[in-house]
């Protein structure tokens, strides 16, 4: 056995172990480390995948166990568990997808088969009442949003005291219903704010995902051991990543200092614009 092979072994042997005594996130980590380091480990991807299922993070493990298959589509233990992720998350054609590829491969699956009854059933006898939901989706969405862009409005604004909702001429950038009111969240790029949940997700629903990604990683960097918060950092990137866009660099600490102080000074030259606008009128 090649030196790197033993290494292959060594984590998985590790993973595995971790994840029998339901050390779900140390397993996490370990993997993502040893697939950063051998990047064509795809046991390791499997396997990880795997993790993210049973912890209940299906997003996370459909993704990882799409790039296995789309590296490897041979891969059959990638194919059965994306079944079974597909089928939790309610995706039933794509789950008979998987399952068909499987029994392509080896007919006398029977857990493979039965899962493939089981949703054939389903989708036959459910497709009227899911399309009917599917419709009332759709209307409610908008609302549903307004709703949620007004909680997030009315945490930020308790948390933060100095924040304000106003007629803003800038309004229209801002991707949310709150925009099509004339009304904005006012925030300012200053150290005057305090990271939380509340802002990240705020700034994602205006369609700021990169300024809701840095204030992840920075709540993340003072509670390093939330995984919540990297998983939600990870789902980011990774949309990102799908979406054609890059990761934001993430700046040095005196980079990040010089930032915040020139965002302070375009506050204030703001406010000064503001106040000498109002005596001319």
């Known amino acids: 056995m090649s030196s790197e ?23 996490i980590e370990l993997l993502q480390e040893g697939i950063t380091k051998y990047p064509k ?4 991807r499997v396997m990880l995948g795997e993790v993210y299922r049973t912890s209940g993070d299906l997003a996370l493990a ?12 041979d891969n059959f233990a990638a194919h059965r568990t994306l079944a079974l992720v597909y089928r939790d998350l309610g995706d039933v054609l794509s789950a008979i997808k998987a399952c068909e590829t499987i029994l392509q491969a080896n007919p006398k699956d029977r857990e493979m088969r039965e899962l493939l009854e089981r949703l054939k059933g389903e989708a036959t006898a459910g497709k009227a009442a899911t399309d009917d939901k599917a419709a009332h989706a759709q209307k409610a969405r908008p609302a549903e949003k307004h709703e949620a ?55 994602i629903s205006q369609g700021h995902r990169e300024k809701g990604l ?18 939600k950092i990870r789902a980011l990137v990774e949309e990102g990543m799908r979406a054609g866009h890059p990761a934001p660099v993430k700046a040095s600490p005196e980079a990040s200092e010089q930032a915040k102080r020139k965002a302070r000074i375009r506050r204030l030259e703001g406010w000064l614009a503001a106040i000498q606008g109002r005596r001319r009128t």
């Open 5 to 27: 092979a033993a290494s292959h072994h060594a984590y998985m042997s590790e993973a595995k172990q971790l994840v029998d005594a339901g050390q779900f996130g140390k397993a």
């Open 41 to 44: 480990m795809i046991s390791a």
């Open 62 to 73: 459909q993704v990882e166990l799409e790039q296995v298959i789309k590296a490897a589509p």
């Open 149 to 203: 862009v007004k909680a997030a409005d009315a945490k930020v604004k308790e948390a933060h005291p100095t924040m304000r909702m106003a007629k803003s001429p800038v309004a229209h950038h801002a991707a949310s219903d709150a925009a099509e009111e004339g009304l904005s969240v006012v925030i300012e790029d200053s150290g005057d704010v305090t990271d939380s949940v509340p802002l990240a997700d705020l700034y």
């Open 214 to 231: 840095e204030v992840y990683r920075r709540l993340a960097a003072k509670e390093p051991d939330n995984l919540r918060l990297r998983d």
